[in-house]
């Protein structure tokens, strides 16, 4: 009896797969462009990954979970813009999308999805990327500016370098791991921001929050000149920092911090309302 | 030198010509300068204040005490303090109390900044000194952006909406206190921009 029952389950856990895999529907778009195109992705439920292509290939693979979505796409000159077209009865389940890219490496990438995730990596090209809750994952981007706008989605980014990173982030944690270039800006309200790295040699980084944590962990060697202030929250300090030459505000006890490391070639900026701050030597 | 040593003999160099490192270090430094030029300022402003009255005799006592305190003077070897006053000569004392509350104001913010020092790990501030965040709503534009969005959306960009807004009331409020703080002008600029992206994100969504 247990047997039968038991069989009676798969058979019906098969059925749902067999009629799910036969529900969804697999697309494919295949365009050349010219260097530094422009590709956009604009995703309502679903991921979306794009990583670079070997040559002037756009080549988008889309699984489209139902009936209820269909995917618009065009090519005008060497802009590709792809968009998931939600019909009657859609929903965040029965419309969802999965896109992966390829794209050349110098292209221009512009992702929108509501709930990701959202994955990037291996650019040189401007890198734009927006989300309501959807994780977002940006690593091995050089020589191109990154942009995250996000509501509540951790955003992680490693190896960027050479070129602006500017992230704003209402709830969602940010974390960046061996991020560098002339300006790096994160905005958050409640969420927390940590950096790992050394700051490069020679940018301004900029991390403020209203009520989310700020941490930065820092190798011995970095060159930096760091500010550090929390209106209401708790600093704490523990790189050996150098006296400023020069400060335009009076130090804080417990609220602020002000020094400089090695030759201070970067300028940092860590500022919160309410949150806590904390500098490590990694 | 840097601002934390010149600011050590801040006392000293509010009456008299800064020389050596001090004044090569007053022509590099506007914050220096700017900090001096105030001290001077207010030091000459204190002439002209025309007072009757001359101060109590417990006033006296509480600057010296405060001043001993700081360390910024010693315990007088002769009964009555050096700062009590002579009272055919008021004025004079009078200006020696203007100096002595400013060089009490100075001997604070300098004992402040040599605690923050570099590798130092800062102790816990009173919870009592906390002050909560402002309680967050929503204006008539939020919920008028609100409806527009689908239902599964609507609760995740009103407590984004409610978190910004209250980042951008906690701004204010700051800035409402002080006006010529520029963190708290950037707070507010950095509130805004959020509130931005929310709406921005929003717009996408109800299209």
Same mark, same amino acid.
């Given at each position: 009896?247990?047997?039968?029952?038991?069989?009676?389950e798969v058979a019906v856990v098969v059925v749902a797969c067999v009629i799910a895999v036969a529900a969804s529907e697999k697309k494919e $778009?295949?365009?050349?462009?010219?260097?530094?195109?422009?590709?956009?992705?604009?995703? %309502?439920f679903g991921?979306?990954?794009?990583?670079?292509?070997?040559?002037? /290939?756009?080549?988008?693979t889309a699984i489209l979970q139902s009936n209820k979505v269909e995917v618009?796409?065009?090519?005008?000159? &060497?802009?590709?813009?792809?968009?998931s077209?939600?019909l009657q009865g859609a929903t965040p389940e029965n419309a969802r999308v999965e896109y992966?890219? $390829?794209?050349?490496?110098?292209?221009?990438? +512009?992702?929108?999805?509501?709930?990701?995730?959202?994955?990037?990596?291996? *650019?040189?090209?401007? !890198?734009?990327?927006? =989300?309501?809750?959807?994780?977002?994952?940006?690593?091995?981007?050089? &020589?191109?500016?990154?942009?995250?706008?996000?509501?509540?989605?951790?955003?992680?980014? @490693?190896?960027?370098?050479?070129?602006?990173?500017?992230?704003?982030?209402?709830? =969602?944690?940010?974390?960046?791991?061996?991020?560098?270039?002339?300006?790096?800006?994160?905005?958050?309200?409640?969420?927390?921001?940590?950096? &790992?790295?050394?700051?490069?040699?020679?940018?301004?980084?900029?991390?403020?929050?209203?009520?989310?944590?700020?941490?930065?962990?820092?190798?011995?060697?970095?060159?930096?000149?760091?500010?550090?202030?929390?209106?209401?929250?708790?600093?704490?300090?523990? $790189?050996?920092?150098? #006296?400023? /030459?020069?400060?335009?505000?009076?130090?804080?006890?417990?609220? +602020?911090?002000?020094?400089?490391?090695?030759?201070?070639?970067?300028?940092?900026?860590?500022?919160?309302?309410?949150?806590?701050?904390?500098?490590?030597?990694? | 030198?840097?601002?934390?040593? $010149?600011?050590?003999? *801040?006392?000293?160099?509010?009456?008299?010509?800064?020389?050596?490192?001090?004044?090569?270090?007053?022509?590099?430094?506007?914050?220096?300068?700017?900090?001096?030029?105030?001290?001077?300022?207010?030091?000459?402003?204190?002439?002209?204040?025309?007072?009757?009255?001359?101060?109590?005799?417990?006033?006296?006592?509480?600057?010296?005490?405060?001043?001993?305190?700081?360390?910024?003077?010693?315990?007088?070897? /002769?009964?009555?303090?050096?700062?009590?006053?002579?009272?055919?000569?008021?004025?004079?004392?009078?200006?020696?109390?203007?100096?002595? !509350?400013? *060089?009490?104001?100075?001997?604070?913010?300098?004992?402040?900044?040599?605690?923050?020092?570099? @590798?130092?790990?800062?102790?816990?501030?009173?919870?009592?000194? @906390?002050?909560?965040? #402002?309680?967050?709503?929503?204006?008539?534009?939020?919920? %008028?952006?609100?409806?527009? *969005?689908?239902?599964?959306?609507?609760?995740?960009?009103? @407590?984004?909406?409610?978190?910004?807004?209250?980042?951008?009331?906690?701004?204010?409020?700051?800035?409402?206190?002080? #006006?010529?703080?520029?963190?708290?002008?950037?707070?507010?600029?950095?509130?805004?921009?959020?509130?931005?992206?929310?709406?921005?994100?929003?717009?996408?969504?109800? %299209?």
């Amino acid at each position: 009896m247990v047997t039968k029952q038991r069989v009676g389950e798969v058979a019906v856990v098969v059925v749902a797969c067999v009629i799910a895999v036969a529900a969804s529907e697999k697309k494919e $778009f295949k365009y050349t462009v010219g260097p530094r195109a422009s590709v956009t992705i604009n995703n %309502q439920f679903g991921p979306v990954s794009v990583k670079p292509s070997a040559g002037n /290939q756009v080549i988008i693979t889309a699984i489209l979970q139902s009936n209820k979505v269909e995917v618009d796409d065009s090519k005008i000159g &060497d802009r590709v813009e792809l968009k998931s077209h939600l019909l009657q009865g859609a929903t965040p389940e029965n419309a969802r999308v999965e896109y992966e890219a $390829f794209v050349p490496a110098d292209a221009s990438v +512009s992702i929108h999805s509501t709930n990701g995730p959202v994955r990037a990596e291996q *650019l040189h090209g401007d !890198l734009t990327l927006e =989300g309501d809750t959807a994780t977002m994952e940006v690593h091995d981007i050089s &020589d191109a500016h990154v942009h995250v706008n996000s509501l509540n989605g951790p955003i992680t980014l @490693t190896n960027i370098h050479n070129g602006h990173v500017e992230i704003s982030s209402v709830g =969602g944690d940010v974390m960046l791991n061996s991020v560098t270039g002339p300006l790096v800006s994160v905005t958050s309200t409640t969420g927390k921001i940590h950096y &790992d790295g050394d700051f490069g040699i020679g940018g301004d980084y900029k991390l403020t929050s209203h009520s989310g944590d700020i941490e930065a962990i820092i190798p011995a060697d970095a060159s930096f000149d760091v500010t550090a202030k929390s209106m209401r929250g708790d600093v704490q300090n523990d $790189f050996p920092l150098q #006296p400023k /030459q020069h400060i335009t505000f009076l130090p804080e006890k417990g609220r +602020s911090f002000v020094g400089t490391a090695g030759r201070a070639a970067s300028s940092v900026l860590l500022r919160t309302v309410s949150g806590k701050i904390r500098l490590k030597k990694r | 030198m840097t601002c934390t040593d $010149f600011q050590d003999k *801040l006392p000293d160099l509010i009456d008299g010509e800064a020389a050596g490192e001090h004044a090569a270090h007053l022509k590099s430094c506007a914050a220096c300068s700017d900090l001096v030029s105030d001290l001077r300022a207010i030091a000459s402003g204190a002439k002209v204040l025309c007072s009757a009255d001359e101060p109590s005799p417990r006033v006296w006592a509480n600057i010296q005490r405060a001043l001993e305190a700081e360390g910024l003077v010693r315990t007088p070897r /002769q009964a009555g303090g050096v700062l009590t006053p002579a009272r055919r000569h008021w004025a004079p004392a009078w200006l020696v109390a203007v100096a002595a !509350l400013v *060089l009490v104001g100075f001997g604070v913010l300098i004992y402040q900044n040599r605690l923050v020092q570099p @590798t130092q790990v800062a102790k816990e501030t009173p919870a009592t000194l @906390t002050i909560a965040t #402002p309680p967050a709503t929503l204006a008539d534009d939020d919920l %008028q952006l609100l409806t527009q *969005l689908s239902p599964a959306m609507r609760d995740t960009y009103e @407590t984004n909406l409610k978190d910004v807004n209250a980042f951008i009331q906690d701004a204010q409020e700051s800035l409402a206190r002080n #006006p010529n703080d520029e963190d708290a002008r950037h707070f507010l600029m950095d509130a805004y921009q959020q509130k931005e992206v929310v709406y921005q994100l929003a717009m996408d969504r109800t %299209q």
